[in-house]
Structures are given as C-alpha cells and as structure tokens.
C-alpha cells in the first residue's frame, strides 16, 4: 500500500489511476461503519437526555461516510508515494519509535534514548559517527535538562537494569 | 509548529510562568517564521509562505539583510497593534459571549469547523472528514452526561479519551520525522549569504502604511474563528498588491511585498486570541495548542475568565506586550544568532525534537500506551499530508468535541428534544449562516484564494 515504484505523473483512463483516494474512502467507510456500530453498543444509563449517548457518535460516522463517498467518486490526483527503500525506512523509524515507547519504563530513558535517537539520526543522514555522536549527546544532555533544569520525573535507569 | 517545543518544557513550570513562556513562543514562532522563508525561500511555518515571494527575491539580490530588517519591524508593527485591538476588544467580546447559551456555542462552533475547512483546505471533503476523525476521537472515554464509558472498545486506557497533547504531539512533531526521512534532499534551497546588518530606514518609511493596512487586514482575519494567521497573511499581500501602483513589481522583491504579509500574520496572531481567550474557540493551529496548553493548566477560557481569573488574562497580555519588544530587539540586532540555528543539521535536530516529544509526553502521563499513541498518530499525521488531508481540524476535533456535543445536549435538555431550537436566537441563526457561507463560499471563490508558488530557488 506503501509502495509505488513508478511516482511520476498519473495515467489517466487507467482504471487504477487516482486509488489513493478510493482506498482512503474505502478505508474510512469501513472505519465509520465499525464506529457506528461500536457507538450502538454504548451502555445506556437511566438517566437520559433527549439527544442520547449515541446521536453526536452517529452524526459523525455518517458525515465521515459522506465525506468518504466523495472521494471515491471524485478522487484528488495521487499523491507521489516514497519508493520501496523510502517507505522501509519510514516503517523502519515506526518500528524504532515502538521500541522507545515499550522501552522507556523498564529500561529508563538514557539507554533507550540513546538508541532511539542514533537510529533515526542514521535515518536521516547515514553517517554511523554522527548519529552515535548525535544519540549519545541528545540523551544525556536532555535528560541533565529534564531532570535537573525542569524536575521532570523521568528514571535515567529503569528498574530492569537498578533492580 | 515551533510551539510545540516549549510544550514539553513548560510541564515542570507553574501555572504563569507556563503561560509566559507559552505565549512568548506563540509570538516568536509568528516572527521567526520569515527567517528561513527570505534566507532560503523555504517557509518556516504555513503563514510565513508569503513572506517568501517578495523576501526571498529580495535576498537573492543582495538585501537579505534589509529584507530580515524590514520584516522584522513590519512584525512588530502588526503584533503591537494587534496587542493593543485585543486589549481593547476581548473585553467587549466577553460582555457578547454572556449572551451565548448552548444552541449559540454550538453553531459557534460549528462555525469555526466550517471556516477552517473552507478557507485553508484545497478540497472541503477532506477538511471536513479530518474535523469528522477529530469529534469522532474526542467521543471515546467516559460520556460527560450520563459517565458510561463509550467507544472504549474495553480498554481502560481508552476511560479517560485520547489526551489532545498526544494527538497535537504526535501529528506535528512525530509526522515530521517520517516526512522529512521521505523529502530528505528534495527540499534543500541554496540559502543566501547574510550582508552587513543595517536599518534599512528607507524601506520601513516607504512600507509604514502598507504595514498599517496590512495589520487590520490580518487582525481581522484573525478574530474570525478558525481562519488564522495563513489567511491574514494572504490577504494583508494580496491587497497590498492589488491597491499598488507597482504593481508588477511585487513578487521580484519589493519591500512592501515583504511587510505586508509580515505585518499581517502577526496581527492575526493577536487578532486569533480574541476569539481564544472570550469564547474558548481557538482562531487557528498555533491558537489550538495555546488553548491546549491553558485547558492542562486547569484555565477554561470564556466570557468567565475574565472576571474570575483577571490576573491570567492581563498577565498574558502583559508577556505579549513584553515579548514584543523583546523579540524586536532579538529579531533586529541578533539576526545573525537565529541564523546560525538554522543550520543546526537535520540528524541532530529530528531525533532531537523526537526525545524532546517523548519525554515531554512520558512525564507528562507516565504512560507507554500514550507514547504508543503518539507514534500512531505521527504515522496518521503522514498519511493525511500525503492524501492532502489538513490536520489542524483534527486537533481542533479533539480539543472542541465534547464541548461541542455537550452544548448539543444541553440544548436539546433545554428545549426538551425541539430541534428548531437551534435556529431561535438572532446570534445563532447569523452563526449558522456565517458557518454554512464560511464552508460554500471558498468552492467558489477559488481561484481568486489560490496560493501563489513560491519563488524558483
């Protein structure tokens, strides 16, 4: 979904020409639909008022699958999507973000944070040196800024390494 | 979206100084943003596009200096005007809002949804699916009326809702990460070389009224709610050029072409907290995370704050006015120094903001599932840029759901279920009208609104 090597301008009269939009919409009925539904499983109290529980969640999925039939009918030109390499980055800094968010309260924020931060510096500009320099130097510093600048509760060492 | 940074420093500060430091930053993004808009004809924030036409012309032909000079006076000129406007019409408008009841904040609203959508997105299907995401995310948590959970899908994470720091986070600074790993090198402009620094006297005289014009262009822009600084901007240059009598001048480097969207953004930025701080409806983006940053600090605002909590408004404006000169003198003399930040290199500045993000939201909630979120919404926040969906609607969604719901039902509680309720005072009818025009007019008119391209570099 990703991936489309080919990011020069649309063809039109393809049938597929212009399927970023439709997927969206298609994407968004779906999402509106199991929205609604969820919203029609709300638990509903005795104390009601006119309007409801369900009412504001029901317009929204509704105006959503309007907005979304629009786009399948009257698509915007694709969008130039990245290259294969490109988007595995980008997965690749997603997976990197995930790493750092599960990591921080076993691990503390030094060591994470230093990882974290040289990866997607590597990302950016692969030059191994920099992004060690640049993981390194924006944990520890920020961290010295965190905790003794702002009081911030952050842990340097997580229990997983303090005990 | 420089604001964002200071977000995270201003958890470990109190209330005031927070506020200080919030809306110092709020002015300062306003007058940084043309830096790197004349230096390297890359906007530094969507209002400052403008800037780039005439500025970036300007330094290309050896005045990069004047055109910095010259736009950093045209910003204080709009910001101290529109300073003293909010002075002396927040005051007003808060005596207006005691008249609104809840079928009136509903259309208001509603309105401030429609003008957004209309005036800054290219097409009104996707501004109003991403205000749709926004509502849609502000239902889930427990339900303000009856305190049954809703949309929770079972997980207690999901009791309390969705933060909106997390989303505004996770949207601005996250997106960027993976946008900027995809345009890596494409977006690269050959800055120009900074002259000698000196006042270009010549320019300001002959600009003065462009600049005086151009901040009740951009004031008034932006008081409209949701319309904002991009718009006060557009319209400050836009006028500006066609009252001109050089008119084909402009876009080649002319001084006024620099001032006016310069003089008018930064009116805007003063002219958006008006509807911010009386009505609790933010005027623009930048404006949603100030509102953001104030509902954290336990400050609501509304027609209320200012009798109960006369100290905050007044202490604000008052850091406005002093941000103002501060920033004069910062901008002026000191030009040199930002220029030098603007160099800061990318792999050092991305995973920077990242940690600055992640860790402002950790001790914030001490939660991974609330950093887990983030990285979901960063990764959505990339997704809707790529398919040109706007994301401000979003966190204005967030931040104005319940509110907006709940004046839906208070008002239906009121009028006991009769819909036409909605529709029974004078200030509503004229909000809906103004909502409904806010969101058609911009189809029609847009071609007049289309955004010029920036400068070749």
Same mark, same amino acid.
């Given at each position: 979904?990703?991936?489309?090597?080919?990011?020069?301008?649309?063809?039109?009269? @393809?049938?597929?020409?212009?399927?970023?939009?439709?997927?969206?919409?298609?994407?968004?009925?779906?999402?509106?639909?199991?929205?609604?539904? !969820?919203?029609?499983?709300?638990?509903?109290?005795?104390?009601?008022?006119?309007?409801?529980? @369900?009412?504001?969640?029901?317009i929204?999925?509704?105006?959503?699958? +309007?907005?979304?039939?629009?786009?399948?009918?009257?698509?915007?030109?694709?969008?130039?999507?990245?290259?294969?390499?490109?988007?595995? @980055?980008?997965?690749?800094?997603?997976?990197?973000?995930?790493?750092?968010?599960?990591?921080?309260?076993?691990?503390?924020?030094?060591?994470?944070?230093?990882?974290? !931060? !040289? +990866?997607? !510096?590597?990302?950016?500009?692969? @030059?191994?040196?920099?992004?060690?320099?640049?993981?390194?130097?924006?944990?520890?510093? +920020?961290?010295?800024?965190?905790?003794?600048?702002?009081?911030?509760?952050?842990?340097?060492?997580?229990?997983?390494?303090?005990? | 979206?420089?604001?964002?940074?200071?977000?995270?420093?201003?958890?470990?500060?109190? =209330?005031?100084?927070?506020?200080?430091?919030?809306?110092?930053?709020?002015?300062?993004?306003?007058?940084?943003?043309?830096?790197?808009?004349?230096?390297?004809?890359?906007?530094?924030?969507?209002?400052?596009?403008?800037?780039?036409?005439?500025?970036?012309?300007?330094?290309?032909?050896?005045?990069?200096?004047?055109?910095?000079?010259?736009?950093?006076?045209?910003?204080?000129? *709009? #910001?101290?005007?529109?300073?003293?406007g909010?002075?002396?019409?927040?005051?007003?408008?808060?005596?207006?809002?005691?008249?609104f *009841?809840?079928?009136?904040?509903?259309?208001?609203?509603?309105?401030?949804?429609?003008?957004? *959508?209309?005036?800054?997105?290219?097409?009104?299907?996707? #501004?109003?699916?991403a205000?749709?995401?926004?509502?849609?995310?502000?239902?889930?948590?427990?339900?303000?009326?009856?305190?049954?959970?809703?949309?929770?899908?079972?997980?207690?994470?999901?009791?309390?809702?969705?933060?909106?720091?997390?989303?505004?986070?996770?949207?601005?600074?996250?997106?960027?990460?993976?946008?900027?790993i995809?345009?890596?090198?494409?977006?690269?402009?050959?800055?120009?070389?900074?002259?000698?620094?000196?006042?270009?006297f010549?320019?300001?005289?002959?600009?003065?009224?462009?600049?005086?014009r151009?901040?009740?262009?951009?004031?008034?822009?932006?008081?409209?709610?949701g319309?904002?600084?991009?718009?006060?901007?557009?319209?400050?240059?836009?006028?500006?050029?066609?009252? =001109?009598?050089d008119?084909?001048?402009?876009?080649?480097?002319?001084?006024?072409?620099?001032?006016? $969207?310069?003089?008018?953004?930064? =009116?805007?930025?003063?002219? #958006?907290?008006?509807?911010?701080?009386?009505?609790?409806?933010?005027?623009?983006?930048?404006?949603?995370?100030?509102?953001?940053?104030?509902?954290?600090l336990?400050?609501?605002?509304? $027609?209320l704050?200012?009798?109960?909590?006369?100290?905050?408004?007044?202490?604000?404006?008052?850091?406005?006015?002093?941000?103002?000169?501060?920033?004069?003198?910062?901008?002026?003399?000191?030009?040199?120094?930002?220029?030098?930040?603007?160099?800061?290199?990318?792999?050092?500045?991305?995973p920077?903001?990242?940690?600055?993000?992640?860790?402002?939201?950790?001790s914030?909630?001490?939660?991974?599932?609330?950093?887990?979120l983030?990285?979901?919404?960063?990764?959505?926040?990339?997704?809707?840029?790529?398919?040109?969906?706007?994301?401000? $609607?979003?966190?204005?969604?967030?931040?104005?759901?319940?509110?907006?719901?709940?004046?839906?039902?208070?008002?239906?509680?009121?009028?006991?279920?009769?819909?036409?309720?909605?529709?029974?005072? *004078?200030?509503?009818?004229?909000?809906?009208?103004?909502?409904?025009?806010?969101?058609? #007019?911009?189809?029609?008119?847009?071609?007049l609104?289309?955004?010029?391209?920036? $400068?070749?570099?």
């Amino acid at each position: 979904m990703l991936t489309n090597d080919s990011p020069g301008p649309e063809r039109p009269g @393809k049938f597929l020409a212009r399927r970023s939009d439709r997927i969206f919409g298609a994407i968004m009925i779906a999402i509106a639909l199991f929205y609604i539904w !969820s919203a029609s499983q709300t638990q509903v109290s005795f104390l009601s008022d006119p309007v409801g529980s @369900k009412t504001f969640p029901y317009i929204v999925g509704a105006v959503s699958i +309007l907005c979304a039939l629009i786009f399948i009918l009257r698509p915007d030109p694709d969008p130039p999507w990245p290259r294969l390499a490109t988007s595995a @980055k980008i997965a690749f800094a997603v997976v990197v973000l995930i790493g750092f968010a599960v990591s921080l309260e076993p691990l503390g924020f030094i060591i994470p944070a230093a990882v974290a !931060s !040289s +990866l997607i !510096s590597y990302q950016i500009s692969p @030059k191994p040196f920099n992004a060690m320099a640049a993981g390194v130097g924006l944990s520890v510093v +920020l961290f010295a800024i965190f905790r003794y600048a702002l009081g911030l509760g952050l842990a340097p060492f997580g229990r997983a390494l303090v005990g | 979206m420089a604001i964002l940074i200071p977000l995270a420093f201003s958890f470990g500060l109190d =209330a005031t100084q927070a506020l200080v430091l919030m809306t110092s930053v709020y002015y300062g993004a306003m007058y940084g943003g043309r830096i790197s808009s004349i230096l390297l004809n890359i906007p530094g924030d969507e209002p400052a596009l403008m800037t780039t036409l005439d500025g970036y012309p300007m330094a290309k032909q050896g005045r990069a200096a004047d055109a910095l000079v010259l736009s950093g006076v045209a910003s204080f000129v *709009g #910001a101290l005007l529109a300073t003293i406007g909010l002075m002396l019409m927040a005051p007003i408008l808060a005596k207006v809002a005691y008249l609104f *009841g809840p079928p009136e904040y509903f259309a208001l609203y509603l309105l401030a949804f429609c003008t957004l *959508g209309g005036v800054s997105a290219k097409n009104q299907a996707k #501004a109003a699916i991403a205000s749709m995401i926004g509502l849609g995310i502000a239902m889930i948590g427990l339900d303000n009326q009856t305190g049954m959970p809703r949309l929770t899908f079972g997980d207690l994470h999901l009791m309390d809702g969705i933060d909106f720091l997390v989303a505004i986070v996770g949207l601005f600074a996250v997106t960027e990460i993976f946008v900027f790993i995809e345009s890596h090198g494409k977006e690269s402009a050959i800055g120009v070389k900074l002259g000698k620094i000196k006042v270009p006297f010549k320019d300001i005289a002959h600009s003065f009224f462009a600049m005086l014009r151009s901040t009740v262009i951009g004031f008034v822009a932006g008081v409209l709610p949701g319309a904002g600084a991009s718009l006060g901007s557009f319209l400050a240059y836009m006028s500006e050029k066609s009252i =001109a009598r050089d008119k084909d001048t402009f876009g080649t480097g002319n001084p006024r072409g620099v001032a006016a $969207p310069e003089a008018g953004n930064n =009116a805007a930025a003063g002219g #958006a907290l008006v509807p911010m701080l009386t009505l609790g409806v933010p005027g623009s983006g930048t404006t949603a995370v100030l509102l953001a940053l104030l509902l954290t600090l336990n400050i609501t605002p509304g $027609p209320l704050l200012f009798d109960e909590r006369p100290e905050v408004v007044w202490g604000l404006i008052a850091a406005l006015l002093i941000a103002n000169f501060v920033l004069l003198i910062m901008n002026v003399p000191l030009v040199r120094l930002f220029v030098k930040i603007l160099s800061v290199p990318a792999w050092l500045l991305l995973p920077g903001i990242t940690m600055i993000s992640f860790a402002g939201i950790y001790s914030l909630s001490g939660s991974s599932f609330d950093l887990l979120l983030m990285t979901a919404f960063g990764l959505l926040g990339y997704f809707m840029r790529k398919l040109d969906v706007p994301t401000v $609607p979003i966190i204005l969604g967030i931040l104005l759901g319940k509110n907006m719901e709940d004046s839906l039902r208070r008002a239906m509680v009121i009028s006991d279920g009769d819909w036409t309720y909605l529709f029974s005072s *004078g200030i509503s009818i004229g909000l809906w009208i103004a909502a409904v025009a806010g969101f058609i #007019a911009p189809m029609f008119l847009r071609n007049l609104l289309r955004k010029p391209t920036r $400068p070749q570099s």
